[in-house]
């Protein structure tokens, strides 16, 4: 046992956006670091006896914790820009199912990687990937790899297809995603979960769409989570037509179905969920069940919005994801953004949520609906953490009221700036001037959100800046440097 006030890292002098049950804001604010977990939170003062392996000097800066992308398809990235201008379902048949049933091996696992290192520099720390394409275990299990090595935590919720049901050959799926049987697939599920298992970074089953995979593999997928006590993944109700359809394949709605076979329960993990009448959410709510609210790809596909406040209230773990290329970017702080303000253009009503509760599902929450025990700046919890340059130090400490918002605002304004001070930074670090420095007082230390790879940043770039944000966001990684 080390003496109680010593750790592996020390932040201090930063404003520390907790999340913790009181929602505290503590200025000046120090969080120490032991191993995997927060040891302690305070003021600077208050932790000035810790001694530290390291510290980090975060003034000017705001620390809050890991964003967590509930639903993601990091395989997507090298396609972002196509499928322009399409409703969902012609966007899976003549876009998004082609390119999954062309891409490589290899182009998989470099998609995965560049969307895992744009994903941790906006300040991500968790991603649930549902990769589909290709599906096969060395693929799924070398995904898997990649998403760690970026200094990541989540899983790779392994896209279930299963032979071709009527409902996807009626609407013009390509067969080509349709590769294994349902006895292949629960196999190679079970095989990739059972290699992943005690990873960071490891694999759910997730039966791709409620709507059209087969039924009795849906439950055979849910019965194989509940063997090996994870979660499970799937898409439902994205599409207005996906209940309609699904009405009249099975005579009854996706989620009452779900409910009426024993399915739906806390281990749920849904994508969208947009278009559920009332007895639906009620199902989904009183199972506690987790939903994935996407409003970056809800909008680019003009698919609908999620009823946000009927589905908490009902009682249901609401997080926020990117949802692969139909998002764009692999950057929660747009999301958050776009939840807020799609609810209120929805509901007319400008009060129907705010950067709070953005803040909330992005963290807390989508803690919950990942099943880790992160998602706050506690002591005990999982050291995921976010380090964010504030517009410029604040005169004055913000009121309460202000910051949250600021926090979602911010980024926008730095760009300019960013991409001049980006490849000032490349340019150092590829001559090796600051690789190995004083991270404390590094300019890439800061930017826990920074824009390497909006400002057009190389790999070798992208490869510098994310080992300097895990430096000092991931405890586990700075364990071993
Ligand atoms: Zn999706």
Same mark, same amino acid.
């Given at each position: 046992m080390p003496p109680v006030n010593t750790c592996d890292l020390l932040l201090t002098h930063a404003v520390?956006?907790?999340?913790?049950?009181?929602?505290?804001?503590v200025h000046d604010g120090a969080l120490a670091v032991r191993g995997e977990h927060i040891a302690a939170v305070g003021t600077t003062a208050e932790l000035s006896d810790w001694t530290a392996a390291r510290r980090v000097d975060c003034s000017g800066k705001a620390v809050i914790p890991g964003l967590i992308d509930c639903h993601n398809h990091l395989f997507q990235l090298l396609g972002r820009g196509l499928g322009e201008g399409m409703a969902l379902w012609p966007w899976l048949c003549e876009?998004?199912?082609?390119?999954?049933?062309?891409i490589t091996r290899d182009e998989a696992v470099a998609s995965v990687r560049l969307a895992s290192v744009e994903a941790a520099l906006a300040g991500t720390t968790c991603v649930i990937d549902n990769h589909y394409a290709p599906a096969d275990p060395e693929t799924t299990?070398?995904?898997?790899?990649?998403?760690?090595?970026?200094?990541l935590r989540g899983s790779v919720a392994r896209g279930i297809t299963g032979t071709m049901t009527e409902v996807a050959a009626e609407h013009g799926l390509s067969p080509a995603l349709f590769r294994h049987s349902a006895d292949e697939e629960i196999a190679i599920t079970e095989q990739c979960l059972r290699e992943r298992t005690g990873h960071r970074v490891g694999v759910w089953p997730a039966p791709l769409n409620i709507?059209?995979?087969?039924?009795?593999?849906?439950?055979r997928s849910v019965e194989l989570a509940r063997t090996h006590g994870t979660p499970w993944h799937s898409h439902c109700s994205e599409a207005r037509v996906d209940p309609e359809i699904y009405q009249q394949a099975y005579g009854t709605r996706p989620f009452l179905w779900l409910r009426d076979a024993g399915l739906l329960d806390e281990r749920a993990t849904l994508a969208h969920a947009i278009w559920l009448d009332d007895e639906e959410i009620e199902a989904v709510g009183t199972a506690r069940s987790g939903l994935s609210?996407?409003?970056?790809?809800?909008?680019?596909?003009a698919?609908?919005?999620?009823?946000?406040?009927?589905? !908490?209230?009902?009682? &249901?773990?609401?997080?926020? $994801?990117?949802?692969?290329?139909?998002?764009?970017?692999m950057d929660m702080f747009q999301v958050m953004k776009q939840a807020i303000y799609v609810q209120r253009l929805t509901t007319l009503e400008p009060d129907s949520t705010n950067a709070m509760e953005a803040l909330t599902l992005a963290t807390r929450e989508g803690a919950r609906y990942a099943g880790i025990d992160a998602g706050q700046l506690t002591p005990?919890?999982?050291?995921?953490?976010?380090v964010i340059n504030l517009d410029a130090p604040p005169p004055r400490p913000p009121p309460r009221h202000r910051l949250h918002p600021r926090l979602l605002r911010h980024r926008r304004r730095r760009r300019t700036d960013r991409r001049r001070r980006a !490849?000032?930074?490349? &340019?150092?670090?590829?001559? $090796?001037?600051?690789?190995?420095g004083d991270h404390g007082r590094s300019r890439g230390a800061g930017k826990g959100v920074g824009g390497a790879v909006g400002a057009g940043a190389g790999v070798s770039g992208l490869t510098v800046w994310v080992v300097k944000v895990y430096r000092v966001s991931c405890s586990s990684l700075a364990q071993k440097t």
């Open positions: 520390l956006v907790t999340m913790d049950d009181d929602r505290r804001i876009f998004i199912w082609p390119y999954a049933g062309g299990l070398a995904v898997a790899e990649a998403i760690e090595r970026t200094g709507i059209y995979v087969d039924q009795d593999l849906v439950g609210y996407n409003p970056m790809s809800n909008q680019y596909l698919s609908g919005t999620m009823r946000l406040r009927d589905v !908490r209230t009902a009682g &249901a773990v609401v997080g926020l $994801g990117s949802d692969g290329s139909a998002g764009h970017r005990g919890t999982l050291a995921d953490l976010a !490849r000032h930074h490349r &340019a150092r670090s590829v001559h $090796g001037g600051r690789r190995g």
